[in-house]
Each structure stands twice: as C-alpha cells, then as structure tokens.
C-alpha cells in the first residue's frame, strides 16, 4: 500500500516513461482503400497481427484482441472503436462469432455536440433493429446512477441462430477529463465483471483507446486484488499498447487508473 501513497508523482513519471519498443508498425488492412471509410478515426487504426479478423473471408472492423497477463493468468478482450452507421451490421457481426455476452460502452452517444458512437441498437422494445443480416430486440433495460443495463436478442437473418447480450452503458464519463465519481466506475467495472460469461468481453469507447484501455487496466488489476495477486500497472498498459496503438491516451487517464485503484485498496484498509 505504501508503494502507491506518492501515486500522482509515480503515476506521471511511469506514464512518461511507457515503452513502445515492442509495438508492431503494420495497419495494413486498416489503410486499405476500401476499408477507410470504416475506421472512425484517421489515426487510430488495429495493428494487423491483432485486429479482428470478421467471416471465412477475414474481413475488416476497426478492433483488436487484447490478451493481458498478469500473475500468470490471461485475460481477453475485444477492444473496439465505437460502430458507425456502415459498420453496424460488421460490428453485430463481429459480436457473435466471437461469442460475446458482455458489451461494454463508455461513452454516449453525443458529447459535446459530437457524434462519438452510432447508436447501434433499437430505440425502443416495441421495434426491432432491422440490419442487412441481423434484426436486434430490446428485450429489457434498467436505467441506474450511473449506467444503463440493456438486454439485447440478436438474430441472424440467414440461420434463425439466436444469441442473448447484455449491453451495460456508463453514461458518467464527461466530455472532458476523468469521471468526478471514482466509486461510480467502481461499480460499473464490478458489475461488468460479473456479467461476464463467455467470449471476449467486448470493450469499446469512440476509439476505442482512451477509455477502453482505462476500463481493460482496472479490471485486471480488480481481478489481481481480488486473489491477492501482485499487479503493475506500468507492465499493463505497456501489454495493451502492444496489441493496440495509443491505449490510455492521456496522462488523465492513466492517473485516474491509480486513482480507482488507491480508492479500492483504502476500502480493504478500511475493512480489515
């Protein structure tokens, strides 16, 4: 505990110090000519060795597999950006043949008077969704403090296959900056985690970097508390940066890591 009481200075010096020695430089297919109009952002593209590969034919969807290591246990992820309108039908997709039960949105859809993020899913339990291969249901929804639970019912079109997802929205992240509410995002990160049934949990803000990669280091270290398992944050980012460029964009971000962190080990303090 000690180690973490100075965390603003240390957390600054770490971020500073991150290392990119070992990040891949290919965004092929994400340059490709007609898959540009299917990234959100210009600059924020899937390395090719750990992008989603999407159908027999292995198409492409601006997102990455996130494998972290920490005490010798695996945790994996899907870190996506945030579908836009052409690439709703992809990201459905992408959802069940990786067999996801968890989305995990952290964003709105507007912010600022920005489109951050398609708004993906039905508007209502009355209608469904009706895509090119997909129609999606509202099943179900519970609006809380500081998330929205959705339980959605997706089914493709070709086969009649059905697959259940449970799509859990922070809605407390503001425009700019870190949440105010540090026992918020507390208790999303834990309700998402038991959520969490099968697949890759499927994480995505607009780009699917920034808060993504905020939401992916918590939870692992979450997990590490939890079996009382030693946890570096520095070493899990540097992870994630290796499998997607730009994880944890600012050194907000990164303190904030530290700062849900300090809160949930004070509590233990507290109860103990």
């Known amino acids: 505990m000690k180690s973490l009481q100075g965390h603003p200075r240390l957390s600054l010096l770490s971020f500073l110090t991150l290392d990119y020695k070992n990040i891949p430089d290919a965004f092929n297919s994400g340059n490709e000519l007609r898959n540009r109009e299917k990234n959100r952002y210009r600059d924020i593209l899937p390395y090719d060795s750990t992008r989603v590969p999407l159908g027999e034919n292995k198409d492409y969807i601006n997102a990455s597999y996130i494998r972290i290591v920490n005490s010798g246990e695996e945790y994996f992820y ?65 609006i809380l403090q500081y998330f929205i639970i959705r339980i959605f019912h997706v089914v493709k079109k070709s086969t009649g296959s059905s697959h259940f997802v449970k799509h ?83 050194k907000e971000q990164y303190f904030f890591c530290y700062k849900v962190v300090l809160e949930v080990l004070q509590k233990i303090l507290t109860l103990d």
């Open 78 to 142: 899907i870190a996506s950006q945030g579908p836009l309108p052409s690439t709703t039908d992809d990201f459905w997709q992408m959802v069940l043949e990786n067999n996801s039960n968890v989305i995990v949105m952290i964003t709105r859809e507007i912010e600022g008077g920005i489109i951050k993020c398609h708004h993906y899913w039905p508007i209502s339990m009355k209608k469904p969704l009706e895509l090119k291969n997909y129609r999606i249901f509202l099943e179900n929804y519970q």
């Open 168 to 250: 859990l929205q922070f809605t407390s992240w503001p425009d700019h900056g870190t949440p105010a509410s540090v026992d918020g995002f507390i208790k999303y990160v834990r309700y998402v985690r038991k959520s969490h049934l099968t697949g890759p949990m499927l994480v995505h803000c607009s780009a699917g970097v920034g808060r993504t990669g905020v939401f992916l280091c918590v939870d692992v270290v979450f997990c590490a508390i939890e079996k009382n398992f030693p946890f570096n944050i520095k070493n899990i980012v540097t992870q994630m940066r290796e499998q997607r460029y730009g994880m944890i964009q600012t």
